[in-house]
């Protein structure tokens, strides 16, 4: 019994470092010079200190700069196999090979920082329901949404390489990726998580969230703003 | 008949099919009611208990002292290095911040005590029931009876289960409890369904994520994670929260079988001293004592054996303490 579990527990060590060691291999190393100068194409709308555009009406344009770089490459890799489908991406990330990937993901994760935002516990406002979706999710029985910030981190400032940021996203792009998700045309999330979970979004919350934390760098700096001056004083 | 006599006839009907029904439930559950035998796992069927909704709390001292309850709730970290001694929050095995059925929801289990427990041998007042979660699933040091935080825990709750009955177990209460696994909780196809489902949150080490100080996926091992102690070391437990609540957003979205053999693999690993060795001389009796459960305790696993140490975490009471 006991010779059985120590061979099953070595099977299970060599297996791991086996996936470790192929995602190490899959890594290659970005050079944030290099992808400036394959960056050139994706000025037009993601601009060039990477901030991109809100476009209301028509597609926006996702801020990059400061997104992860593991995160910007997956993404890459994805319009490429298309496993994120995007008309106007496709093209573009299909003339990237994996290194210049890896250079361009480089390029913009280092551009400038995401906004740092408090990350101490504060009770939701029961009366603001996009705070509270963002804070304590939407539980009913046919929701079972969690609270965003549960994995996109306090104040959806984002969670290592697979949460990305949402506070200080584009208002037009977040909401466009919920649809993406619920249609279908979005659907490389690890594990699904975030595609069952769009689709239980109804259109309200969609419009909701999004403007929520597109706004939400700015609401935060109004709101701890008249303490501030009052210490000033 | 006019509408007015008609509605006291109506009302008096109502109470009688009521008293005949409880009374074919008496029946149906035998002669006479032994209130010392746990209340059965929660009854199949759809829940029926809604708990009220945060914004209607009144702005007076009760009120604040629900709010109060609900942020240690959520943020028990706020207790840290004073009541708890890991990475945990309560809302972590409670979601929905101790509201959502079949996520062990407080509002089943309010009306449950005082309730005599196994566990410990005794009748346990509610108070004394939170005071263990600290004990064990928090591998900290419970608040004293009556201090704020457990008075303001215990009015979140109080507040939470307005209108639930007393001493029933309702549908949602608890985790769903799964059938035995059709093959043996096997570690190795865990470990596959962990790496697969379960570390991109919880890490490959189970060590959790953090955003700057804030734990926001919490460890499942190691100093951070509940200890030896806590239910949720036991593999069925685990394996039935995990069933109805994990992946996040993704509730029995697993097999049965992946939910056992995951819990295995989690659970099989090192995690703080259970607190009730401190009162024994050795692992073997703590073990014998305290864990003839579905757990790991006592184990050998790849040539360790588990639980055999003096390493409570951070909490600071030494073995001889």
């Known amino acids: ?233 | 008949m006019s509408l007015r006599r008609s509605q006291p006839l109506l009302a008096v009907t109502l109470v009688a099919t009521l008293a005949l029904s409880s009374a074919a439930l008496a029946q149906d559950e035998g002669v006479e009611r032994d209130y010392q035998i746990p209340l059965p796992e929660a009854p199949e069927g759809e829940v029926t208990f809604t708990p009220p909704h945060e914004r209607d709390l009144p702005d007076n001292q009760y009120g604040d002292m629900v709010r109060k309850g609900r942020d240690l709730f959520v943020d028990t970290q706020s207790l840290r290095g004073e009541y708890v001694f890991n990475d945990q929050n309560c809302a972590n095995c409670h979601l929905d911040a101790g509201r959502l059925a079949n996520s062990a929801p407080m509002w089943a289990s309010f009306g449950v005590y005082p309730a005599y427990r196994g566990k410990n041998d005794k009748v346990n007042t509610l108070a004394e029931r939170i005071q263990g979660c600290f004990t064990y699933s928090m591998n900290g040091t419970p608040p004293p009876t009556g201090s704020e935080p457990l008075v303001a825990m215990q009015t979140y709750l109080h507040w939470m289960s307005t209108g639930a009955p007393i001493n029933e177990s309702l549908p949602g209460r608890g985790y769903p409890a799964l059938e035995e696994a059709e093959q043996a909780p096997d570690r190795a196809r865990g470990a596959e369904v962990y790496a697969a489902q379960c570390a991109v949150c919880h890490g490959d080490q189970g060590q959790g994520q953090k955003v700057g100080e804030r734990q926001v996926f919490p460890p499942l091992w190691g100093d951070g994670a509940y200890n030896w102690g806590a239910g949720m070391h036991r593999v069925n437990t685990a394996a039935n929260f995990i069933k109805a609540n994990m992946p996040l957003g993704k509730p029995y979205s697993l097999s049965d079988q992946q939910a056992w053999d995951v819990a295995a693999f989690i659970n099989s690993h090192e995690r703080p001293q259970d607190p009730r060795r401190r009162t024994l001389d050795t692992l073997e009796e703590t073990d014998a004592t305290f864990h003839s459960h579905h757990g790991f305790y006592g184990d050998e696993i790849d040539g360790r054996r588990l639980g055999d140490h003096a390493d409570f975490g951070e909490n600071p009471r030494p073995l001889d303490g």
């Open chain 1, 1 to 233: 019994m006991t010779i059985i579990r120590i061979a099953s527990g070595v099977g299970l060590l060599l297996g791991l470092a086996s996936v470790q060691a192929s995602a190490q291999a899959q890594a290659l190393e970005g050079d944030a010079e290099r992808g400036q100068q394959a960056a050139g194409v994706c000025v037009a709308c993601h601009q060039a200190d990477g901030m991109g555009m809100d476009n209301p009406g028509g597609e926006s344009w996702p801020r990059l700069a400061g997104l992860p770089a593991a995160y910007i490459e997956k993404q890459l890799h994805d319009f490429k196999a298309g496993r994120r489908q995007n008309a106007t991406m496709m093209p573009f990330a299909s003339m990237l090979d994996d290194q210049q990937i890896a250079d361009v993901s480089a390029y913009y994760a280092e551009m400038a920082p995401w906004p740092t935002l408090p990350t101490a516990y504060r009770a939701a406002d029961p009366e603001d329901a996009a705070e509270w979706l963002a804070n304590r999710g939407d539980w009913a029985e046919d929701s079972m949404i969690p609270a965003c910030n549960q994995c996109h981190g306090p104040n959806g400032q984002g969670v290592g390489d697979n949460f990305p940021p949402l506070a200080g996203q584009h208002t037009g792009y977040l909401a466009a990726q919920l649809e993406a998700w619920r249609d279908g045309s979005r659907h490389n999330d690890p594990n699904q998580l975030m595609v069952g979970v769009a689709e239980r979004l109804d259109e309200a919350q969609i419009a909701m969230i999004a403007d929520y934390y597109a706004t939400l760098p700015a609401t935060l700096a109004e709101r701890d703003a008249p303490s501030s001056e009052e210490d000033a004083q």
